[in-house]
Nanobody
Framework: VQLQASGGGLVQAGGSLRLSCAASGFRFSSYAMAWFRQAPGKEREFVAQISGRGSYSRYLDSVKDRFTISRDNAKNTVYLQMNSLNSEDTAVYYC????????????????WGKGTLVTVSS
């Protein structure tokens, strides 16, 4: 199983980035996919999740209306479009897979990627 996140980088406040996470080694369309982030000195927190077929999604309140999670099951890839970025969005972003769209707790994720760093400069 592999989850390879990419697309992070340095962006100015107010800017946008799109993260991608390419998955392999498991039946991608059967898994809910999620993004988490971890800022320096803070615990890992849930950002967004999408169901296996993409019919349902949910977000951390502070990113609602700014971030959009999507997936392409033909490409085994999940995306996170991030707009109107601010300094509080600076973190390492991780993608994760869970066998069911029932929980956003990190401990319920079956697989994790290595993360991609997003730095927002003010």
């Amino acid at each position: 199983v592999q989850l390879q996140a990419s697309g992070g980088g340095l962006v100015q406040a107010g800017g946008s980035l799109r993260l991608s996470c390419a998955a392999s080694g498991f039946r991608f369309s059967s898994y809910a996919m999620a993004w988490f982030r971890q800022a320096p000195g803070k615990e890992r927190e849930f950002v967004a999740q999408i169901s296996g077929r993409g019919s349902y999604s949910r977000y951390l309140d502070s990113v609602k209306d700014r971030f959009t999670i999507s997936r392409d099951n033909a490409k085994n890839t999940v995306y996170l479009q991030m707009n109107s970025l601010n300094s509080e969005d600076t973190a390492v972003y991780y993608c994760a897979a869970s066998s069911a769209y029932v929980s956003t707790e990190p401990r319920t994720m079956a697989y994790w990627g290595k993360g991609t760093l997003v730095t927002v400069s003010s």
